[in-house]
């Protein structure tokens, strides 16, 4: 004889959960549903139990599970996006301007004898012997201004149009097309804010440089070149980092579906995707760095070098400017030949390595951190 199942329903005071130790973690008011299943006879006197279900209210649900990492993000005001930005773009440049100016100075055409060198280390130790302790850190406030707003912007664009762009190509799934795409309007909006900024600081990390400080430096620019030549390199440097952003993007996403595929907030997987990203994308596009290099410095003995034509091929009389992408690649070749498009590829890759992990692990271990906090304040408002 089958005995029927029952379901009791019961609303709980803040008494009764205190007297109750099964349900002491239930709420005052929250509803409690217990259904127990029936005891049916089988065949050979054996009884079967079936399932026992207790169902809690959906606020003490609520209470015990864990935020979604990567659906934290998306309930987050853009400030979160462009504060974490900020903060990772500052640190990722501070912390690598060393090796920074080491790259400057080994994608010179025509270096100075005094600063021709043969690694990252030697040069560092060079730098400092001969010219201070300080200098490689010269023109680092110009970038610390820049970087802030540049990367603001560059990371709150690129969480948007992702999401964006990936629910209308490849809707619930990550699409590399979107993260791409993404990765390259971004791009647009960090090197408008950054070009200038990136101007002063080449020009302050050279070999006898001339300014005194930063502002000696833009005052400098503005009265002999004028204010143009703030962007004299700024079609150089999207073309350069429209493709490094594309490969960076794509590649940090892919490896994140490798090594974090539940896309929890794991620094480990950040900082590894984000250094092999950097280093890939790095050395791709290392040519266009060394135009954009000497579009940005107009290095003086390169120009002179041009002027009484001791470069390969025939002097182009005197040349007060460098100008244009194609101006560059001229230049470049003529005075260091296809091995001068790699002029300071190992600086420019160890640069970029800890460059990027430092970025995306400062930038992701933010976003958590802020809209947690988000996820935890408005919890405790409901």
């Not at 005995?3 to 709420?27: I, L, Q």
């Not at 900024?197 to 080449?202: G, I, N, R, T």
């Not at 007060?320 to 560059?328: N, T, V």
Request: charged share 20%; glycine share 10%.
């Amino acid at each position: 004889m089958e005995a029927d199942g029952f379901v009791r329903r019961r609303r709980m005071t803040a008494e009764t959960s205190g007297n109750d130790p099964g349900v002491a973690g239930a709420s005052a008011g929250a509803e409690v549903r217990c259904i127990v299943g029936s005891l049916t006879p089988r065949v050979g006197g054996e009884t079967e139990l079936q399932t026992v279900h207790f169902v809690l209210g959906a606020q003490d649900q609520t209470e015990d599970c864990e935020p979604d990492y990567e659906g934290l993000p998306q309930g987050a005001s853009t400030s979160t996006h462009m504060l974490a930005g900020a903060v990772a773009g500052i640190m990722e440049h501070c912390l690598m301007f060393p090796i920074d100016c080491v790259k400057t100075r080994m994608q010179s055409l025509q270096p100075d004898p005094a600063a021709r060198y043969r690694n990252v280390m030697d040069a560092l130790r060079r730098i400092v012997t001969t010219e201070g302790i300080w200098r490689p850190m010269r023109g680092l406030n110009a970038t610390a201004v820049g970087a802030g707003p540049a990367h603001a912007l560059y990371f709150a664009c690129y969480e948007k149009l992702k999401k964006t762009l990936s629910d209308v190509i490849h809707p619930g799934a990550n699409s590399h097309l979107a993260n791409g795409t993404a990765g390259c309007v971004a791009t647009l909006l960090h090197d408008a804010v950054m070009n200038p900024a990136e101007v002063v600081k080449q020009r302050m990390q050279m070999y006898n440089s001339p300014y005194r400080g930063v502002l000696d430096c833009v005052r400098a620019v503005w009265q002999k070149e004028g204010p143009a030549a703030f962007y004299r390199s700024y079609t150089t440097q999207l073309t350069m980092n429209v493709p490094f952003q594309a490969i960076h993007f794509m590649t940090y996403e892919y490896l994140q579906e490798l090594l974090n595929p539940h896309r929890q907030y794991n620094p480990s997987s950040h900082v590894v995707s984000g250094a092999m990203a950097g280093a890939i994308a790095a050395a791709a596009t290392t040519p266009l760095d060394v135009c954009k290099t000497l579009l940005n410095t107009q290095e003086s003995l390169a120009l002179s070098s041009l002027s009484s034509g001791k470069g390969q091929g025939q002097g182009q009389g005197a040349h007060r400017h460098i100008s244009g992408l194609a101006h560059a690649f001229r230049t470049v070749y003529r005075l260091g030949g296809l091995q001068g498009f790699f002029k300071g590829v190992q600086a420019r890759v160890i640069y970029q390595m800890p460059s990027t992990a430092i970025s995306w692990s400062v930038y992701e271990f933010f976003k958590y951190g802020l809209t947690k906090h988000q996820h935890d304040k408005r919890r405790g408002e409901d």
